[in-house]
């Protein structure tokens, strides 16, 4: 019989990070997990940890390799679902719902019989492994598909099918990206499973794979005027960054969301989010202005300016010949007037040191100093109206 593999939920627990130098670590992986799902989006990432190689210095490094395994997985790539999967378990550091899903993805990819890495002693290790993780971790889900696994790996006699949740019936169809049907499966549930945090977040984001943001954004809006958490904040300046890719007067109200999530994480007490979501708003306000790409230009075009070499040391060595020769000088001549080409001498030493001076008065002109002037200047005008905007959101969260 073929092994027929286990469609994983799109695990909610691993919530899109939304959030060059590491400054931008978090804005390049927001971009990277954005893209669409499968091939596009497993280029971006592998983009993204050569261009951020050290996980032990972003935390992103780590969750690419995730999000790089449960692609490759979904796009039936097992051996680099495997790869990628053994390499976030050595990194460490993962949430408990992220470990425990990476053993069932790798039991699930070694017990694929047309995969020629086909292990059935392998999947079996990785399947025993996500139960035992899963059960001392309270994770019910990745418990029962892991144990599902096992059986179907040991040929065990399958089970009555069991009737899927509603969240489980919507993660399903999100994760084979039927994001229409997900849609209108979250309209057809009660009240009740509406309102479940994890069903609604799924809905969103098929929303917003669906492109239909205006939609989402009517969805959040009334969500965070129900709740004013950090994390609706965030999603609607992640929507409206969206649109702002086609049309830029919707970075007003991205970079206005922005600062107010980050503002509430601050309130929330997840000092790191709202790091993560000021120097966001900050960035697009930058973006905005098209100060990234002016300051991207000047970079490139950049005229170098010869520096201005010190004649300090020079002059300082003629300064101790010169005394040195009049001291010789007076010696030789005492009181009688010493002849004209003594005084020669002594006039070329001088001669030498004043042109030395001269020229360490003279520093080279820089041909960059206009345009960085104006740089900066722009950038303190943009600095200031980020002070003014997150005034103003203080304002209207009533936050001092």
Do not use: C, H
């Not at 261009?51 to 032990?56: G, K, M, Q, S």
């Not at 719902?97 to 059935?120: D, R």
């Not at 030493?349 to 042109?355: G, L, N, P």
């Amino acid at each position: 019989m073929k092994f027929k593999v286990i469609m994983l939920i799109l695990l909610l627990a691993a919530s899109f990070a939304w959030t060059q130098d590491m400054e931008n670590a978090g804005i390049d992986y927001t971009t990277a997990l954005t893209k669409k799902g499968g091939a596009e989006r497993i280029a971006a990432l592998e983009t993204y940890i050569k261009n951020y190689p050290d996980a032990t210095q972003n935390v992103f490094t780590k969750l690419a390799y995730y999000w790089l395994t449960v692609d490759n997985y979904n796009s039936k790539n097992y051996d680099k679902a495997i790869r990628n999967g053994e390499k976030a378990l050595n990194l460490g550091g993962l949430e408990a719902k992220l470990e425990a899903s990476i053993y069932l993805m790798l039991g699930s990819s070694f017990g694929v019989k047309s995969f020629p890495g086909y292990s059935q002693e392998k999947a079996l290790k990785w399947a025993d492994k996500a139960i035992d993780f899963s059960q001392k971790n309270d994770i019910g889900d990745i418990a029962r598909d892991a144990k599902a696994l096992k059986n179907e790996l040991s040929g065990v006699a399958k089970q009555p099918t069991k009737s899927l949740s509603n969240l489980e019936k919507i993660g399903v169809a999100y994760t084979q990206k039927k994001y229409e049907e997900a849609i209108s499966l979250y309209n057809s549930f009660g009240e009740t499973d509406k309102s479940d945090e994890k069903i609604f977040e799924i809905y969103a984001r098929s929303l917003m794979s669906a492109n239909k943001l205006d939609a989402a954004v009517k969805e959040f809006t009334d969500a965070y005027a129900k709740n004013r958490k950090a994390i609706n904040a965030e999603r609607l300046g992640n929507i409206f960054l969206a649109k702002a890719k086609k049309d830029k007067k919707f970075y007003d109200p991205t970079i206005n969301y922005y600062i107010e999530a980050g503002l509430l994480y601050k309130k929330e007490g997840n000092s790191g989010r709202q790091d993560a979501l000021l120097k966001n708003a900050q960035f697009w306000l930058f973006e905005k202005y098209d100060y990234n790409a002016r300051i991207k230009k000047y970079n490139a075009t950049v005229k170098p300016v010869k520096p201005v070499v010190s004649n300090d040391k020079e002059i300082k060595k003629l300064e101790r010949d010169l005394d040195k020769l009049e001291r010789q000088l007076n010696e030789t001549y005492g009181d009688v007037e010493m002849p004209g080409y003594e005084q020669d001498k002594l006039d070329k030493i001088q001669a030498q040191i004043d042109k030395l001076k001269a020229g360490n008065a003279k520093p080279a002109d820089d041909p960059n100093a206009a345009a960085a002037a104006e740089l900066m200047k722009e950038q303190q005008r943009i600095e200031a109206e980020f002070k003014t905007l997150s005034a103003a959101a203080k304002k209207k969260l009533g936050i001092a």
